[in-house]
């Protein structure tokens, strides 16, 4: 008896290997994957921005802070007898601009470095001079005012007083004199709402003699103060003009109101300010409360840096998602050129590297600054990206190639970082042109077939069965 074996089939089962469409799709979803580890960064980021503003909050409250000054202005006391029995007697203090404002600031300024954080300060040198006409006043006092003009002080006011490096003095027609707290009102809100109300503290000296109906007269004050981030000169008169000048060489001109001129040197600035009495938008005279808005019309120069490097480091990591996928598409391009086949762990690899170039940037620009740290962290990311490649795709050529790809790309971070009002333009022009040269590149190939490089994996042949047997 013949004992026989079934055959098995001669078609042998094949492992069906994925295609190139679907290993670009992989890749693209591996980009939007490696875009969480950046929300990390981010955050991290922004630790060391708060940090930054701790540290310029503890500095700033020791020299004074941001500063802002009212010029010379005459402070009258009055009183409003009442109407009827049962009314008590109201009072007030009613407030003169000077008809003529004119200030003269000139600032030095150094960095006070805490730990990696540095804070501009400065010191101010204030003249502030003011010409009263005070014919036709009180032409806005409370129905039945009367005003005590013996008790009138003119009073200088400033938003940190714990900055004076000297005392205060005020030089009228006829007198020279110190500044002390005035007596009539300790403050004198400016604007804000009512639970941040902008306040200054007020200085004043007693000008009962010289303050007259229908007088003409003037006062300067001299003040020396330090504070920093920013020095500002309120519209104190009808007609305001201030002149500042400075050796800080990266300011800022903000405020209620922008300068008239302005011109920053190598070493230093300078800028005009002219506000008529139509633009200040406060009335020239009246009760203390009808000068809350005068905040709005701060003649302000800040002390800023050319480039915060915290600033840099989030504005580069908006771009996140467009250079990963960049650099993805270009291994991508790398492995369908050459035949050789890249895993998913290697495309994780590299977007490891690309979030380690923000932590290796955010490290550097706060020792050495944004320029030069930008270019040690990306050519030591370009290097290690670019020998990855010449490891992966056993080529020495993939390598070089990919050395002139990146560092195309890392200049374009830089570029966009730099031109920040046409950033959008060059990042979705240069997006265009980085999809057109992989249309370009993949023009060939069959998205069907299978990745390059890919082998069917058949199962094992079953060995032919024995002779049969005749018993």
Known sequence: MNHSSILPSNLQEQIKPRSM??????????????????????????????????????????????????????????????????????????????????????????????????????????????????????????????????????????????????????????????????????????????????KLVLFGAKVGDIARPDAAFHATSTLRFSGAERIAVLAYGKTTRLTARGDWRSPGFGGGILPTSRTIYNNGYSADWTVPFIARGIRAEGPADSFAGLNTTALGVSFIEVADPYQSVSRSLKYVLLFLGLVFLTYFVFEATTGKRVHPAQYILVGIAQIIFYLLLLSLVERIGFGLGFLLAGAATVTLLSTNAAWVFSSRLQGLRAFFVFTLLYGLIYMLLRLEDNALLVGAVASFLALAAVMYFTRAIDWYSALPGASTSPQPAVPPPPPSRTA
């Open 21 to 198: 469409g679907v290993k670009l799709i992989v890749v693209c979803v591996l980009a939007m994957f490696m875009v969480i580890p950046s929300f990390f960064v981010t955050e991290l980021v922004s630790d060391r921005t708060h940090s930054a503003a701790e540290v310029t909050k503890e500095i700033s409250s020791h020299v004074g802070g941001p500063q802002t000054f009212l010029g010379p202005t005459l402070a009258i006391p009055y009183t409003v007898p009442p109407r009827t029995p049962s009314e008590f007697a109201r009072r007030g203090i009613y407030l003169v601009s000077p008809a003529q404002a004119s200030a003269v600031v000139k600032t030095t300024t150094e960095e006070r470095r805490r730990s990696l954080f540095r804070v501009p300060v400065f010191q101010a040198d204030l003249k502030l001079d003011a010409a009263f006409d005070l014919k036709g006043v009180p032409a806005a006092a409370p129905l039945g005012a009367e005003l005590d003009w013996g008790q009138a002080e003119i009073v200088v006011g400033v938003s940190d007083p714990r900055g004076a490096l000297s005392d205060a003095t005020l030089a009228t027609d006829n007198r020279t004199s110190t500044l002390v707290p005035a007596q009539l009102a300790q403050n004198l809100v400016i604007g804000g709402d009512e639970n941040h109300q902008e």
